[in-house]
């Protein structure tokens, strides 16, 4: 199989690592990728968010299966574009892609599906905004309607923080704050069957204790000893099904990744946030338990075929990442800073690029990903630690309780 991997951050060369291990991949190009990419594939040159020019590089690296691993060109439009050419792709459609794209779209179709999740309020101006923020009361919650790379959500006790974000982002949705531990479920779907990932937990806060500005991610751990038995029965029950079912009747069926983003509260599961695509850092430990042969199982799922496809298989264990930033993550990101102790297993690349010397530079806010496994998450925690050690990035930050409670049994559920 001929494999086309769009995109060049931590998610990607994560997706990368997990398309090169299959045996039915014999040739993988990734578009732009990244240097650690370029380890496990043939890079080319693409503007991801452009539809004509990715189903032609599709066409003309005779590609068997592309998957798409950004929201952007999802919601540019991409897939619609490969599909048009006869190529199989893992991605939703553009109209599916509104469920990631629009918050506001997203609470129509949870509305009409009957999936549970917080009151919410879409605000154009400040006035309404600011009759939101009273219905709800602390702590704020307030999110940009489109596109934000992950940094779209401000949650706050500060009422005047919240408006100026609801004022700077034009339109929002500001919803009622879900208390609970938060938990990222990924379901590959080919739109009517769907199978879910194992559960991980992302740290969004920048800082130790969950303090800080909300970040893209700063680290996650995969699976969950603390989740309530039988969650992801109950999320596939009350939450995947009927949205899928919903979005047929809408006439968007929903082909490729629902990421189901879920606080765990104490009248149960409800949803923060829907994507259309792999989170990161999640995948980079998700994808290191499966032990399943990933390119198969998307390409299942590209082809309408997943309802035949074997059961997944799991390494035993546990997964932990560690993401590296750069500094002044997440307001002012510094980058080109020289990098060192990145060649090993284990380091994925998120936003780095070579000089023209060959020299490993830093090109973005999340650098590395320390990502390992372990028999437990002690261990896990560890090793990913220990990589985090030999890395060195002038002025790098990262946080150091990554797993730290999950490992220590003291994740409590609320009720």
């Known amino acids: 199989m001929r494999v086309l991997l769009i995109g060049g ?168 704050y879900l208390s609970g531990p938060e938990v990222s479920l990924f379901v590959v779907t080919d739109g009517e069957a769907a199978v879910p990932l194992l559960p991980a937990q992302d740290f969004k806060r920048v800082g130790d204790g969950d303090t800080g500005p909300n970040t893209g991610g700063m680290g996650a751990y995969a699976p969950l000893p603390w989740a309530p038995p039988g969650l992801v029965d109950e999320v596939m029950a009350k939450v995947v099904h009927p949205t899928l079912a919903e979005l047929r009747r809408a006439g968007n069926p929903f082909a490729g990744l629902l990421y189901v983003g879920l606080a765990i509260t104490a009248d149960g599961p409800r949803v923060i946030e829907f994507n259309a695509r792999f989170g990161d850092p999640e995948t980079q430990v998700v994808l290191a338990l499966l032990e399943t042969p990933l390119a198969g199982l998307l390409h299942a799922a590209a082809t309408g075929t997943l309802a035949g496809h074997p059961p997944l298989r799991w390494r035993p264990g546990a997964g932990v990442t560690v993401v590296v930033a750069s500094d002044g993550y997440p307001a002012a990101p510094r980058t080109g800073d020289v ?77």
Request: with cysteine; proline share 5%.
């Open 339 to 415: 990098i060192a102790g990145a060649d090993r297993p284990g380091i994925i690349h998120a936003g780095t690029r070579r000089a023209d010397d060959g020299a490993l530079l830093s090109a973005g806010g999340r650098v590395l990903c320390a990502t390992a496994t372990g028999a437990d998450l002690a261990a896990a925690r560890e090793t990913a630690y220990a990589l985090v050690d030999g890395v060195r990035l002038d002025g790098s930050h990262h946080r150091g309780d990554i797993a730290l409670a999950a490992a220590e049994g003291r994740v409590t559920l609320p009720g």
């Open 9 to 176: 951050g931590g998610r990607e060369h994560a997706l990368a690592l997990g398309l090169a291990a299959d045996p039915s991949v014999d040739h993988l190009i990734a578009a732009p990728g990244n240097p650690g990419i370029a380890e496990v594939a043939e890079l080319r040159t693409v503007t991801p968010t452009d539809p004509d020019a990715v189903a032609a590089l599709a066409v003309e690296t005779n590609a068997d299966l592309v998957v798409i691993g950004p929201e952007a060109p999802l919601v540019a439009g991409v897939a619609d574009a490969v599909r048009a050419k006869g190529v199989a792709v893992f991605g939703p459609s553009a109209a599916a892609a509104r469920l990631e794209g629009s918050k506001t779209y997203a609470k129509e179709i949870m509305a009409a599906a009957g999936v549970p999740t917080a009151r919410a309020h879409t605000c154009t101006d400040p006035d309404a905004a600011a009759r939101a923020l009273d219905d709800f009361g602390a702590p704020y919650v307030v999110k940009d309607d489109g596109l934000a790379a992950g940094k779209g959500v401000v949650v706050t006790d500060d009422r005047e923080a919240a408006l100026r974000h609801a004022a700077e982002c034009g339109r929002v949705v500001i919803e009622e």
